[in-house]
């Protein structure tokens, strides 16, 4: 069963957009939670593949938007609301997540009959991956994370770095989209939020207080987001699972959109895995 673009409405805060991917037979299943990265959106590319390909192996697969990712309700695809994305942080797709979390686990979710409320994994991919591993990092209902081509640090990335100066005094900066051609703003409460934030956004931390099962997937070849990242978060949380992808790159092969029926065979083999280690 498919249910797409079911809006979770939040009092006086953006709604989120999100989708479920099950089979219906009124039995619990795992409940698997994506993350999209920066830039990135529940419906890009291979992602509806990939959530099929979840729910065929007996998960309750949910993907959805950060609520202010660029999207909106009647157009979750690319980023018809440049406003809502200046104004995203770390702390907002936090918030979004547990939101999510709490939402899908309560009485108020009509699927909660699909749902076993004690096997909850997260999986993040790039940006996504560092959201996901701080969470995992402070909240008991998680039980096993996920990340693909994940970050290790949010210090270092261009949107809490470069020219300070400049970005506090314009009160913006922008950052171009190669596929949609758009010049993305990020507001400078961006910067302001992640270092009020500073010791909570810190990646390196998080793994290190990871105690639960812990699976980290990068390809080798990953031009957005270098290997050694993977190998840091490998190093920081000695007890996870460090599985290199060969000769892919930072979507493992997927493009947006994405015409096949069928998923690239690099992140077919991401799917595989990860669906090994959770069961």
Not at 166 to 176: A, E, N, S
Request: charged share 25%; hydrophobic share 35%; glycine share 6%.
């Amino acid at each position: 069963m498919t249910q797409k673009n079911i809006i979770l409405e939040r009092p006086d805060i953006k709604p989120i957009l999100w989708d479920a991917f099950f089979n219906a037979t009124d039995t619990q299943k795992p409940l698997v939670i994506f993350c999209h990265g920066y830039k990135g959106f529940k419906d890009w590319g291979a992602w509806d593949l990939v959530a099929e390909a979840f729910a065929k192996a007996n998960l309750f697969f949910v993907k959805f938007n950060f609520s202010h990712n660029g999207g909106t309700m009647d157009q979750p695809i690319d980023f018809p609301d440049l406003e809502a994305f200046a104004e995203n942080n770390y702390s907002k797709e936090l918030e979004d997540l547990d939101d999510l979390i709490k939402f899908l686990q309560s009485t108020s979710n009509p699927f909660q009959a699909e749902i076993n409320p004690n096997q909850l994994i997260i999986i993040g991919h790039s940006r996504g991956g560092g959201i996901a591993t701080i969470k995992a990092s402070e909240d008991k209902r998680i039980t096993q994370l996920i990340t693909w081509a994940s970050v290790s640090d949010f210090g270092s990335r261009t949107a809490t770095s470069g020219e300070l100066e400049q970005w506090k005094k314009d009160g913006v900066k922008y950052v171009l989209n190669g596929r949609t051609k758009q010049q993305l703003p990020h507001n400078y409460q961006f910067y302001e939020d992640f270092k009020a934030h500073e010791t909570r956004l810190n990646i390196e931390q998080a793994v290190k207080k990871l105690n639960i099962p812990h699976l980290i997937i990068h390809a080798k070849e990953d031009p957005s987001v270098k290997y050694s990242e993977a190998e840091d978060l490998h190093t920081w949380n000695p007890k996870s699972i460090l599985f290199p992808i060969k000769k892919s790159d930072h979507v493992f092969g997927a493009s947006h959109p994405w015409q096949d029926s069928t998923l690239p065979k690099p992140l077919k083999m991401v799917v595989q895995k990860s669906i090994e280690f959770i069961n």
